[in-house]
């Protein structure tokens, strides 16, 4: 199996900070990586597929970047709802697997 | 707009089989272009992928749960299952149903989830 393995596990920030979230797989996975977000109590939400495009619907202050084995989310200029758990999931083998989580928390 | 909706009992006694059915619309289980997955998430933990269906008729499996998943699709009724034979608290988990595209591997939707717990 492909290990994800996301840093920092959580994290505090403010509104209007710029957020980045690392993602590094166990072996190459190209860039067969994508992020979601999820709230409490409700299901994943696509953010980012295909390492770097943006779902449709998703803001324009998400974007995603890497190849290979290391991948970054970057939230620039949070906004309260961003507040969230965001993982990331390749998409390169079966079985899929995720990262950790990392918790984005309010400073 | 394609919406996924999960159903089944929310308590399951211990050594005995979870089943649960995810029924879809605005799209179709019988379609060539999506993988028709189950993923889990244990309270307060992270997600697990169980498995999917494709509706040639191949499925692929998590290893570490091969041995006790069955995942099914039922296009007369629009409709996947998912079952879960000799199940322990370990498996107490919210299941969500989801959709991953074959055009970019990707979980583009998802349903709202559902709490199965195992107790006696």
């Known amino acids: 199996d492909i290990q994800m393995t996301q840093f920092p596990s959580s994290l505090s920030a403010s509104v209007g900070d710029i957020v980045t979230i690392t993602c590094r797989a166990s072996?190459?996975?190209?860039?067969?990586l994508n992020w979601y977000q999820q709230k409490p109590g409700k299901a994943p939400k696509l953010l980012v597929y295909?390492?770097?495009s943006l779902q449709s619907g998703v803001p324009s202050r998400f974007s995603g970047s890497g190849s290979g084995t290391d991948f970054t989310l970057t939230i620039s200029s949070l906004q309260p709802e961003d507040f969230a758990t965001y993982y990331c999931q390749q998409s390169y083998s079966p079985p899929r697997t995720f990262g950790q989580g990392t918790k984005l928390e309010i400073k | 707009q394609v919406q996924l909706q999960e159903s089944g009992p929310g308590l399951v006694k211990p050594s005995e089989t979870l089943t649960l059915t995810c029924s879809v619309s605005?799209?179709?289980?019988?379609?060539?272009?999506?993988?028709w997955s189950w993923i889990r998430q244990p309270p307060g933990k992270g997600l697990e992928w169980i498995g999917y269906?494709?509706?040639?008729?191949?499925?692929n499996y998590n290893p570490s749960l091969k041995s006790r998943v069955t995942i099914s699709v039922d296009t007369s009724k629009n409709q996947f299952s998912l079952k879960l034979s000799s199940v322990t608290a370990a498996d107490t988990a919210v299941y969500y149903c989801?959709?991953?595209?074959?055009?970019?591997?990707?979980?583009?939707?998802w349903g709202q989830g559902t709490l199965v717990t195992v107790s006696s």
């Open positions: 269906f494709y509706y040639s008729g191949n499925s």
């Open positions: 989801a959709r991953e595209r074959r055009d970019g591997y990707k979980f583009d939707y």
């Open positions: 295909a390492a770097s």
């Open positions: 072996q190459s996975i190209s860039t067969y």
């Open positions: 605005g799209g179709s289980v019988g379609s060539d272009n999506y993988y």
